[in-house]
Structures are given as structure tokens and as C-alpha cells.
């Protein structure tokens, strides 16, 4: 909206200045950048029906509607997910290189981050989100998802030991691109004992088609397989095949196309200098924000 003199009024003003954030916080929650993009429509809505002279902390206050709304969307999609044919994956966004000097951020995005925040439930997700990625504060967080400060300081300590036990260790920049990179190399080669030597024993591989392209149906657990599902199975693809190095959720992924035609993006878990998870992308509905740059913010 804008005014008579045709400047953006105040409330347009404040959403846009938030809104990297916002849809950060919704795709956090969702894993999903379709489904945060309706949550930001919804969000707007609400806050443009806001008595901003009754609004202290525009910041606090749109993260409280986005939360709300992207909990509530997630409770509604999992129906959905239990249905889904195949292993469901995040989906991919492609980012800024810069987007490794937050490391925190980088991290909390990371495609091997996203898939363990997978496996909390929608409140322990929120709470998590909130509190350990933007710093928001117990009792905000009480208000958001209506339970008592207390209830929400237990789910968060459950939350963060859930998460503890399965969150992938730090890796710098250099290290994550090195690992990539041989990796890269040995899948364009189809060099299997190459890329058993950069796999790590108990690599566990998995793919999500939707349903609409062909993916593994289950995980695949262990080097040799791996090995041999990337390196020789690939190797078939020959000159058709080519793995594009780039950023995405702020870590080192292969852009993968076949004949010239984007086929789906590979991300990793990396652990010890060794890939211990490999997530390949290739539902179509998925690979909408590989053609250009997310901002994503706290």
C-alpha cells in the first residue's frame, strides 16, 4: 500500500524492512519456501489489520504472527508428509556465499540441520527455532504457542537434547568446499574408489522425487552402496551428466543436470572430512529457488 503522495505507508514500510527475516523464520519451521511464502501472504494480512499505535515491537510482533501462522501450517501438513511417496526433503534454496560469515544462521539452514529439526514435533520446532536461532525470549515464546514459561523452557531443554544428539558438527567453509569438491570429482569421473575414499562408512544416502521422478524409495545406508549407487550408476550418464558447484542453505551443494536440463540439487552432511549424509533434491515442485539467490536473515 502507499500514500496519497505515493510512499509506502508505515506498515508496508515495517513489513518489507522484516521480511528476510520473516520468511527465514517461516522456512525454518516449514522447510519449505512455497509454504513460508503463504505464511509471509497471511502474516501481511494480519499485520496490515494492526493498530500500529498499539504496537510496541513491530520486529516482535510480525515474528509472532509468522510463528503462529507457520505453526499452525505445519500441524495442517503433516497429514500431508506421512502420504508423501518417498522420503520428503527440504526444500533447497540457493544462497550467498557471504551467508557462511553467520555461522549460526548457516547452520540453523543447512539443508542437514533442517532435516533434524525434521524430526522434532511442531511445538518443540518452534520453540527450538525461536529461541535458538533469533533469540527470543521465554515468555515471548510462551505467548506465541499459548503455554506457561515454564512449559516452554522444558520443551526447549528437550528440544535442544533432541537435537544435540543428532545435529552435524561445525564445519568450516574450506573443509565442507574440499569435501564437495572430491566428491564433484568422483561422481563426474564415475570413480567409485574415489568417492568410497570421501565416503564416510555409515553414509546414509537419501532422495525425495515426490513421486514425480524417479528417487530411491528408502534410505541407502553404507559407502559401498553409496559408492555404487553414485559413482558407477552415474558414470553410465557420461558426457550427459554435469555437477555445478554451488551454495546452497549456506553450504557447498552440486547442481546436478543431465543433457543440459536441471535434474536435481545434492547437498551434504559432512562430518571428520568425510560425507556422512547425501540429500538429493529432484522433485521438480522443489527446485523452484535454484535460479536465484534467497535472502535470509535474523
Not at 259 to 276: P, T, W, Y
Request: aromatic share 6%.
Amino acid at each position: 500500500m502507499v500514500t496519497e503522495e505515493g510512499h509506502p505507508d508505515l506498515a508496508t514500510e515495517m513489513f518489507v524492512r522484516y521480511r528476510n527475516l520473516l520468511f527465514t523464520v517461516a522456512y525454518e519451521m516449514l522447510g519449505s519456501a512455497a509454504d513460508a511464502e503463504d505464511v509471509l501472504q497471511e502474516t501481511w494480512l494480519r499485520w496490515a489489520e494492526a493498530d500500529l499505535d498499539e504496537v510496541r515491537d513491530p520486529r516482535a510482533y510480525l515474528i509472532r504472527i509468522t510463528t503462529r501462522q507457520a505453526l499452525s501450517r505445519l500441524r495442517a501438513l503433516a497429514r500431508r508428509r506421512e502420504l508423501y511417496i518417498g522420503p520428503w526433503l527440504p526444500e533447497p534454496l540457493l544462497t550467498s556465499a557471504t551467508l557462511a560469515d553467520d555461522i549460526e544462521l548457516a547452520e540453523s539452514i543447512s539443508m542437514a540441520m533442517l532435516v533434524v529439526l525434521e524430526t522434532l514435533s511442531p511445538t518443540e520446532r518452534a520453540v527450538f527455532v525461536l529461541r535458538e536461532v533469533f533469540d527470543v525470549g521465554y515468555d515471548e515464546i510462551a505467548d506465541v504457542i499459548g503455554k506457561s514459561h515454564d512449559a516452554v523452557r522444558q520443551i526447549g531443554h528437550r528440544a535442544r537434547s533432541h537435537v544435540a544428539a543428532r545435529r552435524p558438527r561445525h564445519v568450516g567453509p574450506v573443509e565442507a568446499q574440499t569435501v564437495v569438491e572430491a566428491f564433484q570429482r568422483a561422481v563426474v569421473t564415475g570413480d567409485v574408489n574415489s568417492l568410497l575414499d570421501v565416503l564416510a562408512p555409515d553414509v546414509v544416502a537419501l532422495s525425495d522425487g515426490g513421486g514425480v521422478k524417479q528417487a530411491l524409495p528408502r534410505p541407502i545406508v553404507g559407502a559401498d552402496k553409496v559408492s555404487r549407487l553414485y559413482g558407477a550408476g552415474l558414470k553410465h550418464a557420461g558426457p550427459a551428466l554435469s555437477a555445478e558447484l554451488v551454495e546452497v542453505n549456506g553450504r557447498p551443494a552440486l547442481l546436478i543436470r543431465l543433457d543440459g536440463e536441471l535434474d536435481g540439487i545434492m547437498a551434504f552432511r559432512i562430518e571428520d572430512g568425510l560425507v556422512s549424509g547425501l540429500y538429493y533434491v529432484c522433485n521438480p515442485e522443489k527446485l523452484s529457488r535454484l535460479a536465484q539467490e534467497t535472502a535470509v536473515s535474523r
